[in-house]
């Protein structure tokens, strides 16, 4: 009889120790995806605010060209439409350049930004937003933002 209880009791010590060790098994996977899915959230947020920064300096850039062929609309008139404003500068992100054109149409001008990331050869991030300067009176009245 002690022995049957001897060889039970080993069972039950081999069954413990299998589901204490399925039960870390499991614990590692639940850890390990919960910090998959932590680290793709954060680079989502990243890729979301490198999106947003550049979207607002394509419009950055926009609006300066607008601001300034409303102010002075000869300069816009001698100015060749296909290179109104190119800037480059340097982000957190690396090389950044803007550059702003324009298509002459009847009665407007449709303005077109783009912001271009240039830090990386084969995969290059940009944003392009366009806009209408409509002619009145002699000069220009920014119409704003077009989809």
């Not at 957190?92 to 002459?104: E, I, K, S």
Request: proline content about 2%; charged content about 25%; some cysteine.
């Amino acid at each position: 009889m002690s022995e049957h209880r001897s060889v039970v009791r080993k069972r039950e010590q081999g069954l413990a120790s299998f589901l204490a060790l399925a039960m870390m098994l499991v614990l590692t996977v639940l850890g390990l995806s919960c910090l998959l899915v932590a680290g793709n959230s954060r680079r989502m947020a990243a890729e979301y605010q490198r999106e947003v920064q550049l979207d607002l300096a394509a419009a950055g850039a926009l609006e300066r060209v607008a601001q300034e062929a409303c102010r002075d609309p000869a300069a816009l008139q001698q100015n060749d439409l296909s290179h109104l404003y190119e800037e480059e500068r340097l982000t957190a992100f690396g090389p950044l350049a803007l550059r702003v054109a324009g298509r002459q149409a009847s009665g407007y001008i449709e303005l077109t930004a783009v912001a271009h990331e240039q830090h990386d050869a084969r995969w290059q991030r940009h944003r392009a937003v366009r806009g209408i300067l409509v002619e009145k009176e002699g000069g220009y009245v920014w119409f704003g933002r077009i989809p």
